[in-house]
């Protein structure tokens, strides 16, 4: 497909106008906008026909494939599904639960490390791989973790061509379980430090080196964290999934979402907007509620992060709100820019009903 084809494309959340949309490639490899904004489709397709006996994978490429378009068509989007999720050790990929009184569990821990992010994870990695393929690319990926990030990143990208990857976890403060997941892979393009500090000092290093412009270019920093895109689009097909299966007559269907960076449950938002029937998306928050006292009061105020026995809860910064913001702004790139500037400024600030 040419690029005068492009329907969907995509720009940053603090745009002001000047920078055209990209196209679902550039976004893939970018990560974050080089205005500090996060990228952002500038259509929202409609929900594709999903029903309850709708394969995961086959799902996965009607729901993807609107918005990877000049990118992946559709059969190449089956073929990187189909290795993705044959590594879950469930049929259905994202099994559903019936806890009974009309309480399901929509069980995301079926993938290779357990945690929810190799549903993403399993499918953006090779994304990336045929992407840096076609551009005759190589990246290396840079990426602080408290645990489940990297085990999951690790596993997504372990052996692809392409991409080195380096991994920064705090000493002595990450998981057994992930220590070893992280530093017993094998293949020869992934790498672990154990930093002697807290997870913040791995990820100030991290932005550190993303501030370096000549080692950014010299090496071909990106990242793979929560923010990219991709991730938040391989995660919307989950939604629609598990609510076939629980409302196979299209009845509404209500999500609670354990949040951090806010990356999971903006995958439900997108659902929604795409026309599936979800009632209620609750934002779940620990000890640390940024988003739990903004829904409440309508002011977004960080405080210091709390250590909590849930760590990937703990952020005060929840980065893909960003992407709430500009929608209720009215896709207005300028006014995202400023709250968020004067968020950082003063450590709060009031957003406009
Ligand atoms: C990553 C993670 C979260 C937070 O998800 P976000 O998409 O950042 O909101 C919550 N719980 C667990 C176990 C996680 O791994």
């Not at 106008?17 to 397709?45: E, H, N, Q, R």
């Not at 006996?53 to 918005?67: G, H, K, N, Q, R």
């Not at 639960?97 to 992010?117: E, N, S, V, Y």
């Not at 991709?230 to 609510?243: D, E, F, K, M, P």
Request: proline share 5%; charged share 20%.
């Amino acid at each position: 497909m040419t690029g005068s084809e492009v329907a969907l494309g995509y720009v940053s959340t603090r745009s002001d106008g000047s920078v055209g949309p990209l196209g679902f490639g550039d976004v893939l490899l970018a990560g974050l906008a080089p205005d500090g904004g996060l990228y952002c489709p500038t259509a929202i397709p409609n929900l594709p026909e999903v029903g309850p006996d709708t394969t995961y994978v086959d799902a996965a490429v009607a729901i993807l494939e609107p918005f990877t378009v000049g990118t992946f068509d559709a059969a190449a989007l089956e073929v990187m599904a189909t290795e993705a999720y044959r590594s879950f050790r469930h049929p259905e990929v994202c099994p559903v639960l019936d806890l009974g009184g009309g309480h399901h569990l929509l069980d995301l821990t079926k993938g290779p490390t357990l945690a929810f992010k190799d549903v993403a994870l399993q499918m953006v990695g090779r994304m990336l791989e045929a992407e840096l393929d076609r551009r005759g690319r190589r990246v290396t990926i840079v990426g602080a973790t408290s645990g489940d990030t990297g085990s999951a990143a690790i596993e997504s990208l372990a052996g692809k061509a392409g991409v080195e990857v380096l991994i920064l976890h705090p000493h002595q403060r990450v998981s057994e379980i992930q220590r070893r997941q992280m530093t017993t892979v094998t293949a020869g393009n992934i790498h672990n430090v154990a930093i002697r500090g807290t997870f913040d000092d791995c990820q100030d290093l991290v932005k550190a080196s993303f501030a370096d412009a000549r080692l950014r270019s010299d090496v071909g920093l990106a990242a793979v964290n929560s923010i990219n895109w991709a991730r938040v689009l391989c995660q919307i097909v989950y939604y629609v999934t598990s609510a076939r299966r629980v409302r196979p007559d299209g009845g509404p269907v209500s999500f609670s979402v354990p949040s951090g960076n806010f990356g999971n449950v903006l995958s439900g938002w997108y659902a929604k907007r795409m026309g599936l029937a979800v009632d209620r998306l609750v934002v779940a928050s620990n000890r640390n509620d940024v988003l739990t006292r903004f829904f409440e009061t309508g002011r977004l105020e960080t405080r210091q992060v709390e250590p909590s026995l849930s760590p990937s809860m703990d952020i005060q910064i929840s980065s893909n709100f960003e992407r709430v913001l500009w929608e209720a702004s009215g896709r207005d790139g300028g006014a995202v820019a400023a709250l968020l500037a004067a968020l950082r400024e003063r450590g709060s600030v009031e957003v406009p009903a």
